[in-house]
Structure formats: structure tokens, C-alpha cells
């Protein structure tokens, strides 16, 4: 009987072995994993207010004149475009160390205000820094680019260039350290060359 039974199974078991064929047809679908970009400070906005917290009262104001603005947005009938020029607490020192371009529409003549709107920064020695004080004269190479990510081009041999749709960054580079910077929000579809043309400090 067992033996009956073992046959029975064996027979079985060779019949669907025979009827299963191999699917050649099987379609291996193509997953594409999409890689973020490493994400970018030059993403986060400039805070006007501690830029200014840091200058303290070393500091005298504009206003831009036509020409000096054409690089940066057409903000309509009200091109109220202001800057900040900042000079080093040292007294033996009273050079420009940078400078701040905002955009105020609603009191453009008073300093001490909360309505200013980031343009543009400056930086060309050391004593005020960006981004929650991540980045500043002085600062690395290494860490410009750690912070800022890696989708720059070098302009030549000391200027790393920062270039999205509408905002920008420069380092001027010495020895591996920032010596100077310039970050802003320019008109769409500028050239570089144009704002690096313009009054840079650098």
C-alpha cells in the first residue's frame, strides 16, 4: 500500500513537472530611483536683520541710481533700491569690510526698519557672517562647498560661481580661504559676467 501510494505521488508529481513550462516572456520593469541634490544654503533666504544686528551703527546709506540697479529685479514703479556700506569697528580701520542692497517700498529713507527685502551682500573682510553664521570671509574652500554643494563653476583660478535662475553666489578664493563673497538676487536671465562687471569690491 505505501508503496502504491508512493508511486501515485511520483506519477503525479511528474505530470505537473511536464505541463509547467518556463516563461520566457517575464518583463523586468525598470525602477529609476531618483537622487535628490544635495541641498544648498544658497536655497534659504539672507536675514536683513542680523546682517544689520552685526554691523551695529558702523554704517552709512545710499540710495542706487538707475544704472546701478539694471542688474537686479524690476520691482515696478517703486525701484526704491537702498545700500547699506559697512565699515570695520576697528578705529585705525575705516574702510568698506561690505555692503547690504535691499528693497523697501514702504519706508525707503529710515534705517532702523523691518521692511527691508534681501538684494544683495558683500563681504569683503571679516567681521559679519551669513546663514546663522555659517558662512564668512575667511572660511574654507572645503566648506563652501560642503555647505553650498558641489554645482558650481570656477570663473578662473580664484572665483567659484554659484549660478540658480535667479539668485547668485561668488567666493573669491586664496589659499583655500574665502577672501571675499557676493551673494544676491539678480533679473532673470542675466549674464554673469554682468554682475561680476559691476562695482564688485573684489
Known amino acids: 500500500m505505501k508503496v502504491t501510494s508512493l508511486l501515485v505521488f511520483l506519477v503525479l508529481l511528474l505530470s505537473c513537472k511536464e505541463n509547467v513550462e518556463p516563461n520566457n516572456s517575464v518583463v523586468h520593469e525598470k525602477t529609476e530611483v531618483s537622487v535628490k541634490p544635495k541641498p544648498s544654503l544658497l536655497d534659504e533666504d539672507i536675514n536683513v536683520q542680523d546682517i544689520k544686528r552685526q554691523v551695529g551703527r558702523n554704517v552709512t546709506t545710499s540710495f542706487l541710481g538707475k544704472k546701478r540697479v539694471s542688474i537686479y529685479p524690476d520691482r515696478g514703479k517703486n525701484n526704491y533700491y537702498g545700500v547699506y ?5 576697528n578705529e585705525g580701520d575705516r574702510g568698506v569690510i561690505g555692503s547690504l542692497v535691499v528693497y523697501d517700498s514702504v519706508n525707503p529713507y529710515v534705517y532702523d526698519k523691518l521692511t527691508d527685502e534681501f538684494v544683495e551682500v558683500c563681504l569683503f573682510e571679516k567681521g559679519i557672517s551669513l546663514y546663522n553664521n555659517n558662512v564668512s570671509v575667511g572660511m574654507p574652500v572645503k566648506n ?12 578662473n583660478d580664484s572665483l567659484l560661481c554659484y549660478n ?9 578664493i586664496k589659499d583655500s580661504l574665502v577672501t571675499a563673497l557676493r551673494i544676491g538676487v539678480y533679473r532673470g536671465g542675466i549674464v554673469v559676467d554682468s554682475i561680476i562687471n559691476k562695482k564688485l569690491g573684489y
Open 164 to 172: 540658480q535662475t535667479d539668485k547668485k553666489a561668488f567666493f573669491k
Open 144 to 155: 563652501v562647498i560642503e555647505l553650498m554643494g558641489n554645482n558650481y563653476t570656477k570663473l
Open 85 to 89: 556700506y559697512f565699515t570695520s569697528d
